[in-house]
């Protein structure tokens, strides 16, 4: 069998822009990229706290130390600068692979910084 599980995830992430005009995506800080593991182009699923959305979108990498999250495209209508939300990334895995899964969490603080 295998499972879909949560590999990693930031946590309470600070959305710094919105980007209608963009394609698509979230642009998140590359140092908060390879913290949590999230690969360019990687699916991802974007909780918003402040306001209860839930939306898949791709992750593609933002300047390093910026400390961007910018929601693009549609994903624009779904949040706000200030928003607080949670980006997750989640990996089919066998059986096994899974019961010994370790899940990443990032913690950042109020300008995305890695705490």
């Known amino acids: 069998m295998q499972r879909i599980m949560c590999k990693s995830k930031i946590h309470r992430a600070t959305?710094?822009?919105?980007?209608?005009?963009?394609?698509?995506?979230?642009?998140?800080?590359?140092?908060?990229?390879?913290?949590?593991?999230i690969l360019p182009g990687e699916q991802v699923q974007v909780v918003n706290l402040n306001n209860g959305e839930r939306i898949?979108?791709?992750a593609m990498a933002g300047e390093a130390g910026s400390g961007v999250i910018c929601l693009n495209g549609a994903a624009a209508r779904h949040a706000e600068p200030g928003d607080k939300i949670i980006i997750m990334s989640f990996g089919l895995m066998d059986e096994e692979t899974a019961k010994n899964n370790r899940l990443k969490i990032v913690f950042v603080d109020e300008k995305n910084k890695i705490k």
Request: hydrophobic residues 35%; charged residues 30%.
């Open 15 to 37: 959305v710094t822009q919105t980007d209608l005009n963009y394609e698509g995506s979230i642009a998140i800080d590359l140092d908060l990229m390879e913290k949590a593991d």
């Open 56 to 58: 898949e979108t791709y």
